[in-house]
């Protein structure tokens, strides 16, 4: 059975930073891509940064580039997201999820195989 368990979330002020993880277990799939969505209060979930398990290419959203970084620890099976500069919008619900077979461009909720529960990130102002 495929996990995605996520942490790191909390509370911080505009301007600082939070690494988020998330700890997969389960996996038996050579290709796939693994990443980040988020969802504010009253919003759609959003695709935020991703990576390939194949050849390491990212995606992210224009809305994160150049503050957030994604990576990955294949021997913790864990993947990362460093979040900096952090803005009051950026506070959401942060879900860890897996697609199979990702061939790049959007990063999609719709195409989702596997899902975390979520942790809250809170940016105060």
């Known amino acids: 059975e495929v996990q995605l368990v996520e942490s790191g979330g909390g509370l911080v002020q505009a301007g600082g930073s939070l690494r988020l993880s998330c700890a997969a277990s389960?996996?038996?799939?050579?290709?796939?891509?693994i990443g980040w969505f988020r969802q504010a209060p009253g919003k759609e979930r959003e695709g935020v940064s991703c990576?390939?398990?194949?050849?390491?290419?990212?995606y992210y959203a224009d809305s994160v580039k150049g503050r957030f970084t994604i990576s990955t620890d294949n021997a913790k099976n864990t993947v990362y997201l460093q979040m900096n500069s952090l803005k009051p919008e950026d506070t959401a619900v942060y879900f860890c999820?897996?697609?199979?077979?990702?061939?790049?461009?959007?990063?999609?909720?719709?195409?989702?195989?596997?899902w975390g529960k979520g942790t809250l990130v809170t940016v105060s102002s």
């Open positions: 389960g996996f038996t799939f050579d290709d796939y891509a």
């Open positions: 999820a897996v697609e199979i077979l990702w061939y790049g461009g959007s990063w999609n909720s719709d195409n989702m195989d596997y």
């Open positions: 990576i390939s398990s194949t050849d390491g290419s990212t």
